[in-house]
């Protein structure tokens, strides 16, 4: 009986403060979760490149040895996630996502700390297991929990952080590294982790609207407010385990699609810089067609949010997945004479497909299989994503080793979304007996 009261009392005392606000509680998650995307892919992925020559002049390391690391960042993002996703639907956010932001910033002190390779590795080991800790696991799970009727469009809004990671920290990471050094800007890093993240998971995180006496989206419940916690927690109360998931077709066709999406996706992207070098375009050009990319993929991520709401997942999913293979079917046909509009259409319309991923793979998850257990079975496919983005690019690196042309490459990565897009659309949502 005390416990049950002091959980109900705490609700209580929290509504008053809540009701006044103008705000739904919601969107302040949102913002949270598009910091935790803007902290962990900005210093995991986009600030990556802009170390590999201060680390090549200081230590001599080669570049394939330092890319290494780079891919282990994204395994390591992908192992830790269905760990994370159990821990999740355990523990809740506010446990988790402290844990992964400690991690993260330990990875980056080590960094700093690097002479030998070994130690390079480890801190990245421990920064792409943090990462799974303050990404895209946790990050759509409290949005998903928060909103039902607009939880595509919110969760739209979250992902645009994934594009604000290369906006806001690639240039802090610059600016440290030229006015410090490698050194200090790693474990300047650190303390951003720690700093950005930590404080605000406590303070402000609620893992589902139950915990403040809110429904999803705001709605209003018809029944006693004392019956309120208890009628959200039962909306979120609902889904297949993980356990029960992997027995599906749809779970499985999700993470094969997602699995070649995103390794077609990473592999072109990491690809197309020299490619473009290797037509003939100057690199202004193609760093410039490499902006307009990240542009596309901010308003792709909430646009395809908002088209989640308004159509089946598996639809939007399918037409992020076609204009990325439209747009490479556009990179095979470039050559040194090509017009220069037909780069801008390339990079426009892979960067708005390739925004699709993470908006619709989180309502892929929570329309088929719930949200009981979204941490622990979004955590799973998000595995399958993590490793076709870390080893796309390997192999688009292999073959244009062994052929002197990304050409092939490319052409590989066109059938396989031509595997994806069918894969995904035939998606069905489990039955309940299933």
């Given at each position: 009986m005390h416990g049950p009261l002091m959980k109900r009392q705490k609700t209580l005392d929290s509504q008053p403060v809540l009701r006044s606000s103008r705000i739904f509680y919601g969107y302040w998650m949102v913002a949270f979760a598009f910091l935790c995307l803007t902290v962990c892919i900005g210093c995991g992925s986009f600030s990556f490149s802009l170390f590999v020559k201060p680390l090549q002049a200081s230590l001599g390391w080669n570049r394939a040895e330092i890319m290494v690391g780079f891919t282990t960042f994204w395994v390591m993002m992908g192992v830790g996630s269905p760990l994370v996703g159990r821990l999740l639907d355990r523990q809740g956010a506010r446990k988790v996502i402290p844990m992964g932001a400690a991690v993260m910033g330990l990875g980056f002190v080590v960094l700093s700390m690097a002479h030998d390779l070994y130690l390079f590795y480890l801190g990245y080991v421990l920064i792409g297991t943090g990462a799974a800790g303050i990404g895209p696991v946790p990050a759509s799970a409290i949005v998903s929990n928060w909103f039902k009727k607009k939880r595509g469009f919110a969760i739209g809004l979250m992902s645009a952080g994934i594009g604000a990671g290369g906006v806001v920290m690639a240039p802090v990471a610059n600016y440290l590294l030229e006015s410090y050094g490698w050194r200090t800007a790693y474990f300047a890093i650190?303390?951003?982790?720690?700093?950005?993240?930590?404080?605000?998971?406590?303070?402000?995180?609620?893992?589902?609207?139950?915990?403040?006496?809110?429904?999803?989206?705001?709605?209003?419940?018809?029944?006693?407010?004392?019956?309120?916690?208890?009628?959200?927690?039962?909306?979120?109360?609902?889904?297949?385990?993980?356990?029960?998931?992997?027995?599906?077709?749809?779970?499985?066709?999700?993470?094969?699609?997602?699995?070649?999406?995103?390794?077609?996706?990473?592999?072109?992207?990491?690809?197309?810089?020299?490619?473009?070098?290797?037509i003939g375009f100057p690199t202004d050009t193609a760093a410039a067609a490499l902006g307009a990319i990240g542009l596309g993929s901010g308003v792709g991520k909430v646009v395809f949010g908002w088209l989640c709401?308004?159509?089946?997942?598996?639809?939007?999913?399918?037409?992020?997945?076609?204009?990325?293979?439209?747009?490479?079917?556009?990179?095979?046909?470039?050559?040194?004479?090509?017009?220069?509009?037909?780069?801008?259409?390339?990079?426009?319309?892979?960067?708005?497909?390739?925004?699709?991923?993470?908006?619709?793979?989180?309502?892929?998850?929570?329309?088929?299989?719930?949200?009981?257990?979204?941490?622990?079975?979004?955590?799973?496919?998000?595995?399958?994503?993590?490793?076709?983005?870390?080893?796309?690019?390997?192999?688009?690196?292999?073959?244009?080793?062994?052929?002197?042309?990304?050409?092939?490459?490319?052409?590989?990565?066109?059938?396989?979304?031509g595997i994806s897009i069918p894969a995904v659309l035939l998606v069905r949502r489990p039955k309940p007996s299933d």
């Open positions: 650190a303390v951003i982790v720690w700093v950005a993240i930590i404080p605000l998971s406590w303070l402000v995180v609620r893992t589902r609207p139950s915990e403040m006496g809110l429904n999803p989206d705001n709605e209003q419940s018809a029944v006693g407010e004392n019956d309120v916690e208890a009628k959200a927690e039962s909306i979120a109360l609902q889904g297949l385990s993980l356990r029960q998931s992997v027995t599906t077709a749809a779970f499985w066709l999700i993470g094969v699609s997602y699995f070649l999406g995103n390794f077609s996706s990473m592999g072109g992207l990491q690809g197309q810089v020299p490619n473009l070098n290797d709401d308004r159509m089946e997942p598996k639809l939007a999913s399918a037409i992020g997945l076609s204009l990325q293979c439209a747009a490479l079917f556009i990179l095979l046909q470039l050559r040194s004479d090509s017009p220069v509009a037909l780069i801008w259409a390339y990079a426009l319309l892979m960067g708005f497909g390739a925004g699709s991923w993470l908006p619709t793979m989180s309502m892929l998850v929570s329309k088929n299989f719930g949200l009981k257990y979204y941490g622990a079975v979004f955590g799973a496919v998000n595995f399958a994503q993590s490793v076709g983005t870390a080893i796309g690019p390997l192999v688009a690196g292999m073959m244009y080793d062994s052929m002197g042309t990304y050409y092939w490459a490319f052409v590989l990565f066109t059938v396989l979304y």
